[in-house]
């Protein structure tokens, strides 16, 4: 089955001259890596290549080829691939004048399958992962510049091989792509340990409000705090890694409001719970370990409501 799957995607790659690869809004370093590494591998092989993130890669300057990343793509093509996504409208308004895509990879449990054809393993820590696996049986070369990006996905999607899916076979992996040339010393510290100084303001803002109750942490960052300290992204600069190392805690959350009378939720829990189904549920999705939604609403109703419902699960799991 995975060998026929396999095929096919090989022969659409040999067949196709103009690609377009996309991933997720509001980028994590798995939807950059996994766009940039397979792009990069493409290019080797003489094929153009539009590498597509609808709010840009500038977050992504340490990894190679960022520049290249465009926010819409232009004009026509022979195969779209869309990585890291588990849902279509997960890539914003990239494809509107596209149709479906060729092909999907992906490791969300909640991937909708919305692909030609579906590489989707939720056994996986990342996607940048599953395309170090496939890149062979595809045709794809290695060169250090594509291991850097898959092994930032890689980095990225585990916290720096902190979450408990990490074995020895994903450290036998990452080796391989140091050996390929991967500069994990650079991707790790400007991933994972970098900040910029008003992304740490910000942090202070939410730690500031920093609140706890029966096992849940969780705060918020407001439009008026990222005015104040001159944060410039619309995310929540990692604050939830941050809130993930209360020890009394087994789920965080952060609440970010968004202008459009949205808030942007992240749930990350200890490992035994799952928070994907919950995220389902208020129309997001994700992993068991880390899952997110965009929720209609207030700062103050949205955060009443996904307080309640968690604590819910949290309690009901206690039962058990
Ligand atoms: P985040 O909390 O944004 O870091 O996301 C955690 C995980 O949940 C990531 O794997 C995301 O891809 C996924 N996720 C976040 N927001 C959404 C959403 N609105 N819909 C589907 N998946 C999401
Ligand atoms: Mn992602
Ligand atoms: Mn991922």
Avoid at 113 to 125: C, W
Avoid at 164 to 173: G, I, S, T, Y
Avoid at 254 to 263: G, H, K, R, S
């Amino acid at each position: 089955m995975t060998k026929e799957i396999d095929h096919a995607v090989a022969l659409k790659i040999k067949a196709s001259e103009r690609f377009l690869i996309v991933s997720h809004i509001r980028p994590d370093a798995d939807a950059a890596g996994s766009v940039l590494g397979l792009g990069l591998a493409l290019n080797m092989m003489g094929k153009t290549v539009q590498m597509v993130l609808v709010d840009g890669a500038e977050k992504f300057h340490y990894l190679p080829g960022w520049e290249e990343v465009i926010p819409l793509p232009v004009g026509e093509t022979d195969m779209i691939v869309v990585v890291d996504c588990s849902n279509p409208d997960r890539v914003g308004s990239a494809l509107d004048e596209y149709g479906q895509p060729d092909l999907v990879v992906d490791h969300h449990k909640t991937n909708l399958a919305f692909g030609d054809i579906n590489v989707v393993e939720p056994e996986q820590v990342a996607t940048a992962a599953i395309l170090f696996d496939h890149f062979p049986a595809w045709g794809l070369p290695f060169n250090a510049d594509v291991a850097t990006c898959l092994l930032a996905g890689i980095v990225g999607d585990t916290i720096g091989f902190r979450t408990p899916n990490v074995d020895a076979e994903l450290m036998r992996k990452a080796a391989a792509l140091m050996d390929l040339g991967g500069d994990l010393t650079k991707i790790y510290n400007e991933e994972l340990v970098m900040r910029s100084f008003s992304a740490i303001r910000y942090w202070g803002c939410g730690l500031g409000r920093l609140e706890y109750e029966n096992g849940l942490v969780w705060t918020s960052l407001t439009l008026a705090d990222r005015e104040k300290v001159g944060y410039a992204g619309d995310d929540d600069a990692d604050l939830v890694n941050v809130l993930s190392a209360v020890r009394e805690a087994k789920i965080a959350l952060i609440f970010v409001e968004q202008p459009n009378n949205t808030v942007k939720v992240s749930w990350r829990t200890r490992p035994g719970l799952d928070v994907s189904g919950i995220a389902y549920q208020f129309g997001g999705g994700g992993h068991a370990a880390a899952a997110g939604a965009d929720i209609v609403g207030t700062l103050t109703s949205v955060q009443q409501r996904v307080i309640h419902a968690t604590h819910q699960l949290y309690e009901s799991r206690q039962d058990e």
